[in-house]
């Protein structure tokens, strides 16, 4: 059964920080491309960042060079460092395992999705 939990998540004032966790189960976080996505009320669930199974990063626009993924193969745990957050980055954020182990922007791609951890930036 393949199990996947995010934590990380909080409130934080603008221009603060968080560190997302995934914790995998079932799976190789290696041996896999993963995703994190956000989502907001009413709104589909935006790409933020991914990490392949080589380990290329790839990130959306709007968070390149505030945010940072990353993986801990000896935890099977994916990480999203979010740094200058802004109110914008307000959203609940989900970790995501792609079975074809590329990193892929759309979520019906992805394969197993985790229940997700909300961020609430201030201002």
């Known amino acids: 059964q393949v199990q996947l939990v995010e934590s990380g998540g909080g409130l934080v004032q603008a221009g603060g920080s968080l560190r997302l966790s995934c914790a995998v189960s079932g799976r190789t976080v290696s041996s896999y491309a993963m995703g994190w996505f956000r989502q907001t009320h009413e709104k589909e669930r935006d790409f933020v960042a991914g990490?392949?199974?080589?380990?290329?990063?790839y990130y959306a626009n709007s968070v390149r060079g505030r945010f940072t993924i990353s993986r801990d193969n000896a935890k099977n745990t994916v990480y999203l460092q979010l740094n200058s957050l802004n109110p914008k980055d307000t959203a609940l954020y989900f970790c995501a395992i792609d079975d074809i182990g590329v990193v892929r922007q759309t979520p019906a791609e992805y394969d197993y999705w985790g229940q997700g951890t909300q961020v609430t930036v201030s201002n």
């Open positions: 990490i392949s199974r080589s380990g290329a990063t």
